[in-house]
């Protein structure tokens, strides 16, 4: 993951194949949350051809891990499928 970019719209693609549902929120920002893992992202509202920015994708990842939606190797590879446009869901049994 380091030194590589994907724009909001692919980070917001990720968040869904972790899981991550959008939920109701201030205009000004965009909640994610992932009931299962009783986990949250929070992304502002900006343009989603925007870069997103590093500490977002940092505290993505590490929140990911923490809360075991996926290990690190699991993330490379969705992080790597997204930024190449590629999907592929989890099955984690949701």
Same mark, same amino acid.
């Given at each position: 993951?380091?030194?590589?970019?994907?724009?909001?719209?692919?980070?917001?693609?990720?968040?869904?194949?972790?899981?991550?549902? @959008?939920?109701?929120?201030?205009?000004?920002? $965009?909640?994610? =949350?992932?009931? %299962?893992?009783?986990?949250?992202? +929070?992304?502002?509202?900006?343009?989603?051809?925007?870069?997103? @920015?590093?500490?977002?994708?940092?505290?993505? $990842?590490?929140? =990911?891990?923490? %809360?075991?939606?996926?290990?690190? +190797?699991?993330?490379?590879?969705?992080?790597?499928?997204?930024?190449?446009?590629?999907?592929?869901?989890?099955?984690?049994?949701?």
């Amino acid at each position: 993951m380091d030194n590589e970019q994907i724009t909001y719209a692919q980070l917001e693609r990720l968040l869904k194949e972790l899981g991550y549902r @959008r939920v109701p929120s201030s205009p000004d920002m $965009r909640v994610f =949350a992932n009931t %299962k893992y009783d986990a949250v992202s +929070i992304l502002p509202c900006v343009n989603q051809a925007e870069w997103a @920015r590093p500490h977002h994708l940092i505290t993505l $990842r590490k929140v =990911a891990v923490a %809360k075991g939606i996926v290990d690190d +190797i699991a993330f490379e590879k969705m992080f790597g499928d997204v930024r190449q446009g590629i999907t592929e869901s989890l099955d984690k049994g949701s």
